[in-house]
């Protein structure tokens, strides 16, 4: 500190004591007594702290960053209230605006250094669930719906997937700063080429076997050379993960991309859609579910059971927009059968994109139909 000092002094660059901390890094119950002297910065003795914010990162005394969570979550959870108040079930914008800003401006938000710190699973859950509160807004859908499945709605990746994402990404911008020769931003592909193993505390890793862990939970044997491949393996195991969720769920959207009938549909018919879809919209059995209603037998026929396939497809309260949307289909060139597939957005694989655009805006008319009878 001496030196450092000195070398101020000679400078005319004097440091800011107050914005300095003396953080004594432990894995112990009890804090290490101070040192004696204390440490001095020019003239003027360095407090201790218990934490020290650097670049952005609460970095706990025990090497956690626990304190730099419990702020983030407040400060992200604020984002998120923030982009979902300005939708709404009737009110614009769209579903897949709120998406984009979701991936411009609360998601870079919350992955600020992600290679750089560890996340534990109950941590994850809670980042995915910030990251599906706007989404869940714009679809109208309650606090209560699977983060998983909206998150999924939309093709995006959940937290831990993110998190794989930014270690191998940080990797490979050093990488390419190597290829390029710049010499202190190659550290982090140097210190990878020349890694050998070695037993370490789980707090403090070291960054190539926190690189490895990545690697190893997307299945890959050594880092991806560039984005392309990167991406091709964050799908695959997004896609991997999902399919080992509730079988029906699957069925319903297979694959990683955003479901079709986010871009076609408009308000309210979308949110309508994926409250169908999502298995939340308000038949007489939901209502039933949540004890708003002693009965789950339908109002409007001697029907047992008021299920959401009973009013859309058989209760003949709504025959006449069933017929009416029925005739419609018929007239498109493949004259797909209404069902119930069809009102969750599974339009035929071999239907043109034309005509599935067409079949969308048809079922959603009539969506919109039944929801201004019985509200969904």
Not at 149 to 173: P, Q
Request: with cysteine; aromatic share 8%; charged share 20%.
């Amino acid at each position: 500190m001496k030196h450092i000092s000195d070398w101020s002094r000679k400078w005319l660059l004097t440091f800011s004591a107050s914005k300095s901390a003396l953080v004594v890094f432990n894995h112990k119950l009890n804090q290490p007594p101070p040192p004696e002297p204390p440490l001095e910065l020019c003239g003027k003795p360095l407090p201790v702290a218990d934490k020290y914010k650097y670049l952005g990162h609460t970095i706990d005394r025990n090497g956690g960053y626990t304190t730099h969570y419990q702020a983030l979550l407040q400060k992200v959870k604020y984002t998120a209230y923030l982009i979902g108040r300005v939708t709404s079930r009737y009110s614009m914008p769209s579903p897949c605006v709120i998406c984009r800003i979701t991936k411009a401006v609360l998601i870079p938000q919350m992955t600020y250094g992600f290679a750089l710190m560890p996340l534990s699973v109950s941590m994850c859950n809670k980042m995915s669930q910030v990251m599906a509160t706007p989404l869940r807004r714009a679809l109208g859908l309650s606090r209560s719906a699977s983060a998983a499945r909206v998150l999924w709605e939309f093709g995006l990746y959940d937290t831990f997937t993110l998190h794989c994402k930014h270690i191998i990404s940080a990797y490979l911008r050093s990488q390419r700063c190597l290829d390029n020769g710049l010499t202190l931003a190659d550290t982090l592909a140097r210190d990878y080429d020349s890694y050998a193993a070695a037993p370490s505390a789980q707090f403090c890793l070291p960054f190539p076997a926190i690189l490895k862990e990545a690697c190893a939970c997307l299945s890959l044997p050594e880092p991806p050379v560039d984005k392309n491949m990167l991406k091709c393996a964050l799908d695959k195991f997004a896609t991997d993960t999902w399919s080992r969720g509730k079988e029906a769920a699957v069925q319903l959207k297979p694959l990683l991309p955003p479901a079709s009938y986010l871009k076609v549909d408009r308000k309210p018919a979308v949110c309508i859609r994926a409250r169908v879809r999502l298995g939340v919209a308000l038949s007489f059995v939901v209502l039933n579910r949540y004890r708003k209603r002693d009965s789950p037998s339908c109002d409007y026929c001697a029907a047992a059971e008021g299920s959401i396939d009973h009013l859309l497809l058989q209760c003949p309260r709504f025959d006449l927009d069933r017929s009416i949307c029925s005739s419609s289909l018929a007239d498109l060139p493949s004259s797909p059968t209404l069902s119930l597939d069809l009102l969750r957005g599974c339009t035929p694989p071999d239907m043109r994109k034309a005509e599935a655009n067409q079949c969308l805006s048809i079922t959603a008319t009539f969506l919109s139909a039944v929801s201004s009878k019985h509200f969904l």
